[in-house]
């Protein structure tokens, strides 16, 4: 069965494999080379783990995405466009997974999501060397949390690509399939809807 061949983790491609490029693998993959495949999976799945992972706030499905997407990303190769990056083409797929489960989930417990400091550069946060501002840190980072968690999935999308991932506006682009113009647009409005849910959080913390 392809997903146990292609997803075991720790598979290793045939010497030269490793320094071939996305394209050569992708073409190789196509004609049913199944070790250009498996390194593309090793290329990816951490990029892929991370991306998911702070979309759902959960090792267990995260992982699940993981497999789910890069059997998704076999079962399609015919359809990848080679003018794209593979990794904009595979995030992409990630994105629809992430919305398709959004949408099913009826409530999610115990959310966590990777610690923000120092990756919302529009956000001020403590000083590393005053705990004063340490505290202080600590509680913007639960607010920030919180606020993030509590975001329609649209939103949280492009606040982890932008802020998080730090993804370049033309491969955010290329991700949700709309203009440069129109992956600038969404990140505003996703900062701002941000902001509106993080300010009464704030304000609870400095009670």
């Known amino acids: 069965m392809i997903e146990g061949r292609v997803l075991e983790y720790g598979a290793s491609g045939r010497v030269g494999l490793s320094q071939a490029s996305d394209q050569v693998l992708v073409i190789r993959a196509r004609e049913g080379d199944y070790d250009a495949f498996e390194e593309l999976f090793g290329r990816y799945r951490t990029l892929v783990y991370r991306f998911a992972y702070q979309m759902t706030s959960r090792r267990d499905d995260a992982e699940?995405?993981?497999?789910?997407?890069?059997?998704?990303?076999?079962?399609?190769?015919?359809?990848?466009?080679?003018?794209?990056?593979f990794t904009t083409w595979l995030l992409r797929i990630v994105a629809n997974l992430c919305t398709d489960q959004a949408r099913m989930a009826t409530r999610r417990t115990n959310l966590e999501q990777r610690e923000a400091a120092g990756a919302l550069e529009w956000m001020t946060l403590g000083t590393p060397d005053d705990p004063v501002n340490n505290l202080e840190q600590d509680r913007q980072k639960v607010a920030l949390r919180k606020a993030l968690s509590a975001l329609p999935t649209h939103h949280r999308t492009m606040i982890v690509l932008r802020d998080l991932e730090e993804r370049d506006y033309p491969e955010i682009a290329g991700i949700l399939g709309c203009t440069v113009g129109g992956a600038k647009l969404r990140v505003l409005r996703a900062r701002r809807a941000l902001r509106?849910?993080?300010?009464?959080?704030m304000t609870e913390v400095e009670r």
């Open 64 to 85: 699940d995405m993981v497999q789910e997407a890069f059997v998704r990303a076999y079962q399609n190769l015919h359809r990848y466009r080679d003018e794209a990056k």
């Open 196 to 201: 509106d849910r993080l300010v009464p959080l």
